[in-house]
Protein backbone atom coordinates (compact mmCIF):
# COMPACT_ATOMS: atom_id res chain seq x y z
CA UNK A 1 0.00 0.00 0.00
CA UNK A 2 1.63 3.26 -0.96
CA UNK A 3 0.01 6.48 0.65
CA UNK A 4 -0.45 9.98 -1.00
CA UNK A 5 2.29 12.39 -0.23
CA UNK A 6 2.76 15.84 0.08
CA UNK A 7 5.01 17.65 -2.76
CA UNK A 8 7.30 18.42 0.67
CA UNK A 9 7.12 14.41 1.81
CA UNK A 10 8.00 13.33 -1.76
CA UNK A 11 11.29 15.53 -1.83
CA UNK A 12 12.01 14.61 1.70
CA UNK A 13 12.13 10.97 0.51
CA UNK A 14 13.99 11.66 -2.02
CA UNK A 15 17.04 11.91 0.38
CA UNK A 16 18.51 10.89 3.61
CA UNK A 17 18.97 13.82 5.87
CA UNK A 18 20.54 14.34 9.40
CA UNK A 19 17.28 13.45 11.10
CA UNK A 20 17.20 9.91 9.32
CA UNK A 21 21.10 9.13 9.92
CA UNK A 22 19.78 9.08 13.95
CA UNK A 23 17.17 5.90 13.13
CA UNK A 24 20.06 4.72 11.17
CA UNK A 25 23.06 4.22 13.24
CA UNK A 26 20.67 3.66 16.36
CA UNK A 27 19.43 0.64 13.75
CA UNK A 28 15.59 1.59 13.86
CA UNK A 29 15.26 0.61 10.20
CA UNK A 30 12.15 -0.64 9.77
CA UNK A 31 9.76 2.27 10.11
CA UNK A 32 12.20 4.76 8.28
CA UNK A 33 12.02 2.15 5.40
CA UNK A 34 8.36 2.26 5.56
CA UNK A 35 8.53 6.08 5.52
CA UNK A 36 10.95 6.78 2.93
CA UNK A 37 8.94 4.06 0.58
CA UNK A 38 5.76 6.05 0.91
CA UNK A 39 3.94 2.86 2.24
CA UNK A 40 2.97 5.18 5.51
CA UNK A 41 3.64 9.27 5.95
CA UNK A 42 6.53 10.81 8.13
CA UNK A 43 4.85 11.71 11.55
CA UNK A 44 3.79 15.18 11.69
CA UNK A 45 5.29 17.17 14.20
CA UNK A 46 3.22 20.49 13.85
CA UNK A 47 1.37 20.33 16.53
CA UNK A 48 4.34 19.26 18.82
CA UNK A 49 4.89 22.25 21.36
CA UNK A 50 8.11 21.08 22.19
CA UNK A 51 9.09 20.42 18.27
CA UNK A 52 7.73 24.03 17.46
CA UNK A 53 9.27 26.07 20.35
CA UNK A 54 12.87 24.50 19.31
CA UNK A 55 12.24 25.90 15.81
CA UNK A 56 11.54 29.40 16.80
CA UNK A 57 14.29 29.45 19.65
CA UNK A 58 16.96 28.06 16.80
CA UNK A 59 17.61 31.78 15.31
CA UNK A 60 17.79 33.25 19.00
CA UNK A 61 20.69 29.92 20.40
CA UNK A 62 22.54 31.11 16.94
CA UNK A 63 22.56 34.54 17.83
CA UNK A 64 23.70 33.77 21.26
CA UNK A 65 26.33 31.60 20.19
CA UNK A 66 27.99 34.12 17.75
CA UNK A 67 27.68 36.68 20.71
CA UNK A 68 29.32 34.17 22.99
CA UNK A 69 31.72 33.38 20.29
CA UNK A 70 33.03 36.65 19.05
CA UNK A 71 36.03 35.46 16.60
CA UNK A 72 33.57 33.17 14.76
CA UNK A 73 32.17 34.70 11.40
CA UNK A 74 29.21 33.53 9.58
CA UNK A 75 29.42 31.87 6.01
CA UNK A 76 27.08 32.66 3.87
CA UNK A 77 28.62 31.21 0.66
CA UNK A 78 31.99 29.17 0.54
CA UNK A 79 34.32 28.07 -2.86
CA UNK A 80 34.21 24.32 -3.59
CA UNK A 81 36.69 22.34 -5.26
CA UNK A 82 33.40 20.87 -7.00
CA UNK A 83 32.11 24.42 -7.81
CA UNK A 84 34.90 26.88 -8.38
CA UNK A 85 33.05 29.40 -10.10
CA UNK A 86 29.96 28.94 -8.06
CA UNK A 87 30.41 29.09 -4.64
CA UNK A 88 27.74 27.58 -2.65
CA UNK A 89 25.34 28.08 0.56
CA UNK A 90 26.89 25.69 3.29
CA UNK A 91 23.61 25.25 4.78
CA UNK A 92 21.81 22.83 2.50
CA UNK A 93 25.08 20.22 1.39
CA UNK A 94 24.20 17.43 -1.18
CA UNK A 95 27.08 14.18 -1.01
CA UNK A 96 29.10 14.25 -3.91
CA UNK A 97 28.95 11.46 -6.30
CA UNK A 98 32.54 9.85 -7.48
CA UNK A 99 33.89 7.30 -10.10
CA UNK A 100 33.23 4.60 -7.38
CA UNK A 101 30.61 5.86 -5.16
CA UNK A 102 26.46 7.68 -5.61
CA UNK A 103 25.93 9.83 -2.47
CA UNK A 104 24.28 13.18 -4.30
CA UNK A 105 20.95 11.14 -2.36
CA UNK A 106 22.59 12.32 0.93
CA UNK A 107 21.36 15.91 1.63
CA UNK A 108 22.13 17.87 5.22
CA UNK A 109 20.29 20.51 6.12
CA UNK A 110 22.88 22.86 8.36
CA UNK A 111 21.26 25.06 10.76
CA UNK A 112 24.14 27.40 10.25
CA UNK A 113 28.09 27.56 9.28
CA UNK A 114 30.55 29.17 10.59
CA UNK A 115 34.30 29.81 10.44
CA UNK A 116 36.30 29.56 13.60
CA UNK A 117 39.36 31.80 14.55
CA UNK A 118 41.99 29.17 13.06
CA UNK A 119 40.03 29.73 9.67
CA UNK A 120 38.31 26.18 10.14
CA UNK A 121 34.51 26.09 9.08
CA UNK A 122 32.31 24.17 11.45
CA UNK A 123 28.94 23.14 11.26
CA UNK A 124 26.51 24.50 14.37
CA UNK A 125 23.42 22.58 15.33
CA UNK A 126 21.44 24.32 17.48
CA UNK A 127 18.79 22.04 20.00
CA UNK A 128 16.32 23.55 22.74
CA UNK A 129 15.21 20.19 24.83
CA UNK A 130 13.84 19.97 28.33
CA UNK A 131 16.10 20.98 31.66
CA UNK A 132 18.44 18.70 32.61
CA UNK A 133 17.36 15.73 34.11
CA UNK A 134 14.35 15.55 32.49
CA UNK A 135 15.12 14.04 29.35
CA UNK A 136 19.20 14.14 29.60
CA UNK A 137 20.58 13.56 32.81
CA UNK A 138 23.38 15.79 31.62
CA UNK A 139 25.29 17.13 28.43
CA UNK A 140 27.18 13.78 27.88
CA UNK A 141 23.82 12.13 26.84
CA UNK A 142 22.67 14.67 24.73
CA UNK A 143 25.37 14.66 22.47
CA UNK A 144 25.21 11.02 22.65
CA UNK A 145 21.94 11.63 21.27
CA UNK A 146 22.78 14.02 18.16
CA UNK A 147 26.12 12.60 17.22
CA UNK A 148 24.95 10.45 14.08
CA UNK A 149 23.59 14.12 12.99
CA UNK A 150 26.47 16.23 13.56
CA UNK A 151 29.21 13.77 12.27
CA UNK A 152 26.47 13.26 8.78
CA UNK A 153 26.98 17.14 8.38
CA UNK A 154 30.54 16.64 8.72
CA UNK A 155 31.26 14.20 6.40
CA UNK A 156 29.19 16.27 3.80
CA UNK A 157 31.60 19.66 4.95
CA UNK A 158 34.33 17.12 4.17
CA UNK A 159 32.59 16.03 0.82
CA UNK A 160 31.99 19.53 -0.35
CA UNK A 161 34.86 21.63 0.78
CA UNK A 162 37.87 19.20 0.26
CA UNK A 163 40.84 21.88 0.21
CA UNK A 164 39.56 23.56 3.20
CA UNK A 165 40.05 22.73 6.82
CA UNK A 166 37.13 21.47 9.06
CA UNK A 167 37.11 22.19 12.60
CA UNK A 168 34.23 20.31 14.18
CA UNK A 169 30.22 20.58 15.09
CA UNK A 170 29.57 23.39 17.48
CA UNK A 171 26.44 22.06 19.90
CA UNK A 172 24.98 25.07 21.33
CA UNK A 173 21.42 23.38 23.19
CA UNK A 174 18.87 24.93 25.68
CA UNK A 175 18.34 22.86 28.65
CA UNK A 176 15.12 25.02 29.72
CA UNK A 177 16.51 28.05 29.92
CA UNK A 178 19.89 27.16 30.41
CA UNK A 179 22.22 27.56 27.68
CA UNK A 180 24.99 25.51 27.27
CA UNK A 181 28.07 24.71 23.81
CA UNK A 182 30.45 22.27 23.27
CA UNK A 183 32.07 21.52 19.86
CA UNK A 184 32.40 17.91 18.92
CA UNK A 185 35.40 17.02 16.94
CA UNK A 186 35.14 15.30 13.20
CA UNK A 187 35.98 11.72 13.40
CA UNK A 188 36.41 9.33 10.43
CA UNK A 189 36.29 6.26 12.02
CA UNK A 190 32.75 7.03 13.04
CA UNK A 191 31.70 8.28 9.53
CA UNK A 192 33.09 5.52 7.49
CA UNK A 193 30.70 3.28 9.51
CA UNK A 194 28.16 6.12 9.02
CA UNK A 195 28.50 5.99 5.47
CA UNK A 196 28.60 2.42 4.82
CA UNK A 197 25.39 2.10 6.98
CA UNK A 198 23.96 4.81 5.00
CA UNK A 199 24.49 2.90 1.55
CA UNK A 200 22.99 -0.39 3.15
CA UNK A 201 19.66 0.82 4.23
CA UNK A 202 19.19 2.71 0.75
CA UNK A 203 19.18 -0.72 -1.23
CA UNK A 204 16.58 -1.57 1.22
CA UNK A 205 14.75 1.45 -0.03
CA UNK A 206 15.90 1.36 -3.68
CA UNK A 207 14.81 -2.30 -3.95
CA UNK A 208 11.39 -1.89 -2.66
CA UNK A 209 8.64 -2.85 -4.94
CA UNK A 210 4.91 -2.15 -4.26
CA UNK A 211 4.17 -5.61 -5.05
CA UNK A 212 6.16 -7.67 -3.07
CA UNK A 213 7.22 -5.41 -0.50
CA UNK A 214 8.45 -8.21 2.25
CA UNK A 215 11.16 -8.91 -0.57
CA UNK A 216 13.86 -5.72 0.34
CA UNK A 217 12.21 -5.16 4.25
CA UNK A 218 14.78 -4.69 6.72
CA UNK A 219 14.34 -6.49 9.70
CA UNK A 220 12.74 -4.89 12.21
CA UNK A 221 15.68 -3.64 14.47
CA UNK A 222 19.22 -4.34 13.80
CA UNK A 223 22.12 -3.43 16.27
CA UNK A 224 23.88 -0.01 16.47
CA UNK A 225 26.11 0.54 13.29
CA UNK A 226 29.28 1.32 14.92
CA UNK A 227 31.50 0.33 17.41
CA UNK A 228 32.70 3.58 18.01
CA UNK A 229 31.54 4.95 20.86
CA UNK A 230 30.66 8.84 21.69
CA UNK A 231 33.46 8.45 24.02
CA UNK A 232 36.15 8.28 21.90
CA UNK A 233 34.97 11.38 19.91
CA UNK A 234 36.83 14.42 21.42
CA UNK A 235 34.13 16.72 22.62
CA UNK A 236 35.63 20.98 23.30
CA UNK A 237 38.89 19.02 22.45
CA UNK A 238 38.49 16.46 25.10
CA UNK A 239 37.63 12.33 25.50
CA UNK A 240 36.03 10.48 27.92
CA UNK A 241 37.62 6.80 29.05
CA UNK A 242 36.18 4.12 31.23
CA UNK A 243 38.19 2.72 33.88
CA UNK A 244 36.08 0.17 34.87
CA UNK A 245 38.48 -2.40 33.87
CA UNK A 246 41.07 -1.01 35.17
CA UNK A 247 42.79 -2.38 38.49
CA UNK A 248 45.23 0.05 39.38
CA UNK A 249 42.36 2.90 38.82
CA UNK A 250 40.13 0.61 41.14
CA UNK A 251 43.04 -0.02 43.98
CA UNK A 252 43.48 3.68 43.83
CA UNK A 253 40.33 5.22 43.96
CA UNK A 254 39.78 2.28 47.09
CA UNK A 255 43.04 3.36 48.79
CA UNK A 256 42.04 6.97 48.62
CA UNK A 257 38.20 6.03 49.88
CA UNK A 258 40.04 4.23 52.82
CA UNK A 259 42.49 7.23 53.47
CA UNK A 260 40.02 10.10 53.73
CA UNK A 261 37.92 7.90 56.74
CA UNK A 262 40.91 7.49 58.57
CA UNK A 263 41.22 10.70 61.00
CA UNK A 264 45.16 10.22 61.94
CA UNK A 265 45.93 10.41 58.38
CA UNK A 266 48.43 13.13 57.26
CA UNK A 267 47.72 15.75 54.14
CA UNK A 268 50.93 14.64 52.82
CA UNK A 269 49.88 10.83 52.85
CA UNK A 270 46.24 11.87 51.44
CA UNK A 271 47.42 13.88 48.73
CA UNK A 272 49.86 11.03 47.68
CA UNK A 273 46.53 8.62 47.30
CA UNK A 274 44.58 11.62 45.73
CA UNK A 275 47.70 11.81 43.23
CA UNK A 276 47.60 8.24 42.71
CA UNK A 277 44.15 8.46 41.64
CA UNK A 278 44.84 11.02 38.94
CA UNK A 279 47.54 9.68 37.88
CA UNK A 280 45.22 7.81 36.06
CA UNK A 281 43.78 10.49 34.14
CA UNK A 282 45.28 11.45 30.47
CA UNK A 283 46.10 15.03 29.13
CA UNK A 284 43.47 14.76 26.98
CA UNK A 285 40.78 13.59 28.93
CA UNK A 286 37.93 15.18 30.51
CA UNK A 287 36.75 12.49 32.29
CA UNK A 288 37.33 8.88 33.37
CA UNK A 289 34.81 6.95 35.51
CA UNK A 290 33.80 3.67 36.92
CA UNK A 291 31.33 2.09 38.88
CA UNK A 292 32.57 3.43 42.22
CA UNK A 293 34.07 6.81 41.30
CA UNK A 294 34.92 9.35 38.39
CA UNK A 295 37.37 12.18 37.81
CA UNK A 296 36.58 15.38 36.34
CA UNK A 297 38.50 18.13 34.82
CA UNK A 298 36.36 21.35 35.26
CA UNK A 299 37.27 24.67 33.61
CA UNK A 300 39.55 25.79 34.61
CA UNK A 301 41.68 22.56 34.38
CA UNK A 302 41.73 21.51 37.96
CA UNK A 303 40.93 17.64 38.56
CA UNK A 304 37.90 17.23 40.79
CA UNK A 305 37.58 13.16 42.08
CA UNK A 306 33.73 12.29 42.79
CA UNK A 307 32.98 8.87 45.17
CA UNK A 308 30.01 7.89 44.44
CA UNK A 309 27.79 7.08 46.91
CA UNK A 310 29.49 9.60 49.16
Known amino acids: MTVELTAVEKDRNKYIGGSDVGKIMSGDWYELWRQKTA ?106 EYMPQMQFYLYLLHQNFPNQRIGGCYFPIIFGNVWHCVKVSSYAGYQIDMVDAIHRFKKHVDAYDPSNPKASEPIGYKPKQTKITTEQIPVNGMIRKDLSSSNSFAFAC ?34 VYSSTASVKRTKNNTLRITIKGE
Not at 46 to 68: C, M, P, R
Not at 263 to 268: L, W
Open 39 to 144: QVKHPDLSDVFQVQLGTVTEAFNIKWFYKTYTDHAKQNIIESRHAPSAPINPRQLFGINTGTTYECFMRGNLDDVCMDGSGSICAIEAKHTNALGTRFKNMDEAIE
Open 254 to 287: GEYMENKKKADISKKDLDESRDKVLSHVPDNARE
